[in-house]
């Protein structure tokens, strides 16, 4: 059958617009100029579990390769100090972002792991809000970052200007950049993770564990909560009866009520076996001193956790040698080694 004349003539119209569009360069669009922050940016993805909540994103600095890529440098590279210290100097990614040792007159380094889930920072819960908000306090407190040595920086003062459009880099542009890379510091291939998603099974005594830990027998779910292993509030466990120290009376430092003397956020328990220093002021050193504790250390002071205080638990858990062991194996599942060596998140410089 031979095609319709108007059938040819249908197709090399069709051929001529086609080509003509392949051929032709795109103008640029003249109605919106590239003027918006995200103009050179590539929008980027957190990766989590699928048991995860999707986390809130702060709007004016949404995920973008670029940003997550500076801030990463920032946190390897010494010249936000003035002492020549790197934030990975003490946060340490082979540690879960937390170090092996204390430091001299600082509390033990808090890992970093999870934390676009988290509202309330630090081992007392002294700082709040977005991870933005926490790294401008980082930079401006607690490193007292030099402004001029940034802006002098022939390395950083044109990716500053590519990615957050400026030409005199402030406090506020390392903290956003800084707050991208933390963000992305998500563990999610531990082997608790992918028993939650169906992928692995875990031994006997790390599934007896896991059932200690997430019943009433041991019930350290009610504070160490799915899926980040914190509610993210403030209790006092009973590590104290008397608070010496300052640094003993936790969330009161916050708030002046005597109702939160040793009250401290509950610990973020990712990656904890590959920790070795507990508590806000490192006290117990092994697992097994932190599982004596609850076991039958608490002091039954009269702001103790109601969690702590239920009446099966006189002064604590009591639980067998076996049951320990069980929930220590089960406090190791916790632990992604894929994670502590992730070349994403390494030193970049
Ligand atoms: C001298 C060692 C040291 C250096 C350097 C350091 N940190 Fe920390 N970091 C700590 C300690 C100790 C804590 C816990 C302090 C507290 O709870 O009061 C902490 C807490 C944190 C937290 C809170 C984690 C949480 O779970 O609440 C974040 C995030 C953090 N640091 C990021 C950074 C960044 C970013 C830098 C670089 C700008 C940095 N740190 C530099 C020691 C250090
Ligand atoms: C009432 C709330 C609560 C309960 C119940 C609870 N914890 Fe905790 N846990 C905390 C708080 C708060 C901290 C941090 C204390 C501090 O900073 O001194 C903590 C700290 C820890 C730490 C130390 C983590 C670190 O990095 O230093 C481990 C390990 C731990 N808990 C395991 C458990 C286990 C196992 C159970 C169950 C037997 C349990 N917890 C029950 C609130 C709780």
Redesign the pocket.
Known sequence: MKPKYTTILFLLALFLIASTHACKKKPDNPIVPPTDTLYTLTPDTLIYPPHFPAPELPADNMPAKERYQLGRMLYYDTILSNDGRACAGCHIQNYGFSAPALYKNVM?VL?HENLAWYKNFM?DGSKTGTLEDLMLFEVTDFFGTDLSKINASTKYKPLFKKYFRVDNITRKEIAYALAQYVRKIITRQSKYDLYMQGLVSLTPDEYYGYR??FTET???F???SNPVMSDNQ??N?G?DSLYTKDADK?YFNVTGNTNDLG???????RN?AQ?N??????R?TT?QQ??DF?DHGMHKVNNL?P??ALPFKTDG?HLTDLQKTQ?IAF?KTLTDTTFVTDPTLSNPN
Request: proline share 5%; with cysteine; net charge neutral.
């Open positions: 033990p890992p081992w200690i830990f041991g019930d350290c009610h504070c160490h403030m209790h466990t590590l936790g009250k401290f956020r509950t610990a973020n328990l904890v920790r220093y507990y508590m806000h002021d490192g117990f697992l932190v599982i609850y956790d969690i702590m858990l929930l406090l």
